[in-house]
């Protein structure tokens, strides 16, 4: 087996963890596993990752990595929270002058600020890519969301309030006139994103990053996760998910539905729209009318890459694959359509020193 050393840069554990999960399964690897973002002592006691740090906060992000890189002979970098993709980006040469492959979705900061920015990806998707999206508007004060929830049709139509900028929390706040909050609280209580407008209003801070309103027409979100290279789309998985979280549900279930054929349709042309490589995920809305519309475009991987895993694509390992050159450009994947993953919470336990996890 080829040895290969890898570093997984994120500020999410448990995406670190899942990330860490798939790639000890490598059939083709002897992978050394390296973890940059967070610092958890329980990682590196049930898996075997290095979890390395900045020796000084002082210093800038890039030099820290490609000092980390020569120090630990990296071959691979797989960013998977998007406040590094950025940076790396602009600093793609860097790396590969030290023999580091980046895994990024695209290498033009350009493209990858537009999949960053909701707004400007909801404009060249319809404009550029031709692709359905919903009705919304930039919030930009405070003075704005009167009008702004008017003109989305509020109080007929629920409007979704989200940040405008990837990597941010997606949801903030659902506003519903149709519904009584009351009694969705006292005997439904559901979670804390529903809200009326004048309490949303209210819970606004004075000076607030910009955020997007959204027309909340949305009978059914899917997931959607591709295997891709230079536009050319490999593997494609979907799967139902919570419109108003953006966490992986307890219960997922791989689905091929009547709406697969929209939803692939959708996820090819944004691939091969913005040149696409290694992996990228997407959120697709179907609408009270039976539409799918694009909703958001995730540029890294996420903690579903273990349901992926076992749904029959292995994505970090491929995605090495895609870095080393030695990926097989026939790749057919046999997806395990139908597969149910329900993620059960094991306590992890430390006292004076000793670390353990609970059984089921």
Not at 20 to 25: C, G, S
Not at 174 to 197: H, M, N, Q, R, W
Not at 241 to 264: C, G, R
Not at 285 to 292: E, K
Request: charged letters at 25%; glycine letters at 4%; a negative charge.
């Amino acid at each position: 087996m080829k040895s290969v050393r890898v570093l997984i840069l994120s500020s999410v554990e448990s995406t670190m963890i899942q990330i860490a999960r798939t790639l000890e399964k490598s059939t083709k690897y002897d992978i050394t596993l390296f973890g940059f973002g967070v610092e958890n002592e329980f990682i590196k006691r049930f898996y075997n990752i290095t979890l390395l740090k900045k020796q000084s906060s002082e210093r800038d992000l890039i030099s820290a990595l490609l000092e980390l890189c020569e120090k630990n002979k990296i071959d691979v970098i797989i960013p998977a929270s998007s406040k590094f993709l950025d940076p790396l980006c602009e600093n793609l040469e860097k790396f590969r002058n030290i023999s580091v492959e980046l895994i990024l979705p695209v290498t033009d900061p350009t493209l990858l600020e537009i999949l960053f920015h909701r707004p400007t990806l909801f404009e060249y998707s319809k404009n550029v890519l031709s692709l359905p999206i919903p009705k919304y508007k930039l919030v930009q004060n405070r003075k704005m969301i009167q009008e702004v929830t008017k003109d989305l049709g509020y109080p007929g139509n629920p409007v979704l309030f989200s940040h405008s900028r990837n990597g941010q929390d997606k949801n903030i706040r659902l506003v519903d006139g149709s519904s009584d909050i009351k009694k969705l609280y006292f005997d439904e209580k559901p979670d804390a994103v529903y809200s009326t407008l004048h309490q949303f209003i209210s819970d606004l801070d004075d000076s607030f990053s910009e955020i997007i309103a959204i027309e909340f027409d949305c009978i059914i979100e899917y997931n959607v996760e591709v295997l891709c290279r230079k536009g050319v789309t490999f593997a494609l998985l979907v799967y139902p998910s919570n419109p108003l979280s953006n966490k992986l549900n307890t219960h997922a279930v791989l689905t091929k539905d009547q709406h697969f054929p929209a939803i692939e349709k959708i996820a090819k042309r944004v691939v091969e729209g913005f040149g696409i490589s290694y992996s990228v995920g997407m959120r697709i809305w179907i609408d009270s009318n039976g539409n799918a519309k694009l909703i958001d475009v995730v540029p890294n991987l996420r903690d579903d890459v273990i349901l992926c895993l076992h749904g029959g694509v292995n994505f970090p390992e491929l995605m090495i694959d895609m870095a080393l050159q030695e990926f097989d450009y026939d790749y057919s994947p046999k997806i395990k359509w139908g597969l149910q993953m329900q993620q059960v919470w094991l306590e992890l336990l430390n006292h004076e020193g000793e670390v353990w996890k609970t059984d089921l």
